[in-house]
């Protein structure tokens, strides 16, 4: 009896420390990991200023606001947080330990004649980064409640309509200007016959100033052969004549390139009238007014009802055909001051950032040059709150990264 009792005791004896050290090795072996995920140091930071990261709580000294407590799934591995990012390549390089800007991706000895000591570096992943930014991934029920929508990149026909404002003409500086070519152009003609070339030349000067001063008031070469041609200036300038009459609308110093003569213009006139009138525009001014850095567009207009008088106010629509182009509706870009960014749909919540070239605004949609392809699709209603959020985490990412590098 005695001689089981100290078997048993023996076995105890012997069990709880080999017990104790099977416990403590599988705590070693894995649980490192979660216990320096739970030991690392909680840091903070401005739901503003996402680049400030601070140690303990407190005030932003930027904007006054508090601290938040930085989410935890900013500091863990790279490798265990949910992306829509290929997973980064490391690769070994070799460093001297006298000079660390020796650097090499084959082991040996540095110039000093020292074994060169190995370090990891992160190769990026192929695919488009936009700095400062950063994909986050947004479950399909949180984006339902934030209000997410997304359009599509697509190629359709795009016609931009630039609004201006424009008003029946009453011009009668360039009524006379008119009857003053036209009788200058007969002087021209008597003085061909006459003995003395002066006579001749002189003439021909009256006709070539009165000509340019045509010019001056807007009026392009065919108008002024057609006035030559009419023998009769254009009473219209003074009073409406017919069912035609001359409308100017003011043209932005931006949009002038885009207004040609023979394009289609669509205007109303709501203080008198509901109803539209079509016309076409016949020239723009070459001279831009400095007062209001505006050009003068001359469109003759239908009016068959006579409603429309001299100094009538309109609202004028000029049609731009710009032809099949790449597009992605407008609410989609963000313009961030240096640079226009989408977020581009990738699926199962994955939003990814984009760098894009946009051309042309045209209504409710943005040219675009590069960035994106057809069939994509973009989002286009809460850009802001992902906006933040993609900057939070990019801000938080390369945070952790910096702590780490300064870890020995």
């Known amino acids: 009896m005695k001689l089981k009792f100290k078997i048993i005791v023996a076995v105890v004896l012997l069990a709880v420390p080999l017990a104790i050290f099977v416990t403590r090795h599988r705590d070693n072996a894995g649980g490192n990991g979660a216990q320096s995920v739970r030991n690392t140091p909680k840091k903070y930071t401005c739901p503003m200023h996402p ?32 992306n829509s990012r290929p997973a980064k390549k490391k690769n070994v390089m070799y460093r001297s330990t006298m000079n660390p800007n020796e650097v090499s991706d084959k082991p040996g000895k540095d110039s000093m004649g020292m074994e060169m000591e190995p370090f990891e570096v992160e190769e990026e992943p192929a695919g488009p980064q936009v700095e400062g930014f950063t994909t986050i991934k947004v479950p399909l029920e949180k984006q339902r409640m934030m209000g997410v929508k997304t359009g599509v990149v697509e190629i359709k026909d795009v016609v931009k309509i630039i609004r201006t404002t424009g008003r029946v003409a009453y011009d009668p500086d360039l009524y006379y200007a008119e009857q003053e070519y036209l009788s200058s152009l007969k002087t021209y003609e008597r003085s061909k016959g006459a003995s003395r070339e002066m006579v001749s030349s002189n003439a021909k000067s009256l006709v070539d100033a009165s000509r340019m001063r045509l010019k001056l008031l807007g009026l392009g070469d065919d108008q002024i052969e057609s006035l030559a041609e009419r023998n009769s200036p254009d009473s219209s300038l003074l009073l409406p004549r017919g ?109 990814e950032p984009r760098e894009v070239s946009v051309g042309y605004m045209a209504d409710d949609v943005y040219v675009i040059k590069s960035g994106v392809s057809e069939g994509e699709s973009v989002v286009t209603n809460a850009n802001f709150l992902i906006d933040s959020e993609s900057r939070l985490k990019s801000s938080m990412q390369k945070a952790a990264g910096a702590a780490g590098e300064h870890k020995h």
Not at 52 to 66: F, H, L, N, R, T
Not at 329 to 335: F, G
Request: charged share 25%.
């Open 51 to 82: 680049h400030y990261v601070a140690e303990k709580p407190g005030d932003c000294p930027i904007c006054g606001m508090s601290l938040v407590t930085v989410e935890e799934d900013i500091q863990v591995p790279a490798s265990t947080q949910t």
């Open 243 to 351: 069912d035609k009459v001359w409308v100017y609308a003011s043209i932005y110093e931006e949009d002038m390139k885009f207004v040609k003569a023979g394009q289609s213009v669509v205007m109303t006139a709501p203080a008198i009238t509901p109803d539209k009138f079509d016309g076409e525009v016949v020239a723009v001014d070459p001279v831009l007014d400095p007062a209001t850095r505006s050009a003068k567009a001359r469109i003759m207009a239908a009016n068959p009802l006579g409603a429309l008088r001299p100094e009538s106010y309109l609202n004028v629509e000029i049609n731009i055909p710009l032809g099949n182009r790449l597009v992605v509706p407008a609410d989609a870009v963000m313009d961030t001051g240096t640079r226009h960014i989408v977020f581009v749909d990738k699926g199962d919540g994955g939003l």
